[in-house]
């Protein structure tokens, strides 16, 4: 009984590279968010997807972060030319429902941006 | 606002004592209020969660106490352990929403022997 994957764990990218973070959702869950948690402070909303559809992205930045869920495969949290202000932990969370209000967290990947 | 505030920012309790983490919100809309344990370099866990309906609810040695007309929660971990030590969030949801969890700044535990 697989829980939330995401991969990778850790990912380092110098200024100005590309991140592709991954996650794969609990089995029978359809729903993903992400979420960015920054030293020492709490979990910030970023994304809300269904299969190929983004709900809520009212937490994303609005330049060089998108997301996506596609009808097969992993949700993927792409963020273009980095800064070193993107060095955080991004988790996902999945629920298996629309109005399910319990989310399961992955284990996070750690980006570090050099 | 959106905001959920919580306190202590950390916490030392002796075994076997009781751990208290209150959180405070502002949106009326919210009706889901979880707690999540995270340990050092793994994603949070959902431990507990209260709907505003009901004014405590207890599973083993956690119980949420909710306050809905002072728009306050709180967790209470009854006869702690070290194992207890972690970082704990308090969230709240808007049912309709999206149920995008709105999260606290966290609590760092520390039980000490």
């Known amino acids: 009984n697989a829980g939330v994957m995401q991969n990778p764990r850790h990912l380092v990218r110098r200024r100005g590279q590309e991140a592709r973070l991954r996650c794969s959702p609990m089995?029978?869950?359809?729903?993903v968010y992400w979420y960015r948690q920054l030293p020492e402070e709490g979990l910030k909303f970023m994304v809300y997807?269904?299969?190929?559809?983004?709900?809520?992205e009212s937490g994303m930045p609005k330049e060089r972060f998108s997301a996506e869920f596609p009808k097969e495969g992993p949700s993927i949290l792409r963020i273009q030319q980095v800064v070193r202000g993107d060095s955080a932990a991004y988790f996902c969370?999945?629920?298996?429902?629309?109005?399910?209000?319990?989310?399961?967290f992955g284990p996070g990947t750690r980006l570090t941006v050099t | 606002q959106q905001q959920v505030k919580q306190s202590p920012q950390s916490l030392i309790v002796q075994k076997g004592g009781i751990s208290i983490i209150n959180c405070a919100y502002e949106?009326?809309?919210?009706?889901?209020f979880p707690w999540y344990q995270q340990f050092p370099g793994k994603g949070p866990a959902l431990l507990i969660a209260?709907?505003?309906?009901?004014s405590e609810k207890k599973e083993g040695r956690f119980t949420i106490s909710f306050n809905k007309s002072a728009k306050q929660f709180s967790l209470h971990i009854m006869d702690s352990q070290p194992g207890d030590s972690a970082t704990y969030f308090c969230?709240?949801?808007?049912?309709?929403?999206?149920?995008?969890?709105?999260f606290g700044t966290g609590t760092q535990l520390k039980v000490e022997l």
């Open positions: 949106n009326t809309a919210f009706d889901y």
């Open positions: 969370a999945s629920s298996s429902k629309r109005e399910s209000y319990e989310q399961y």
């Open positions: 209260i709907r505003p309906d009901v």
């Open positions: 997807l269904q299969k190929e559809n983004i709900i809520d």
């Open positions: 969230a709240a949801s808007r049912g309709g929403g999206g149920n995008k969890l709105t």
């Open positions: 089995k029978g869950h359809s729903h």
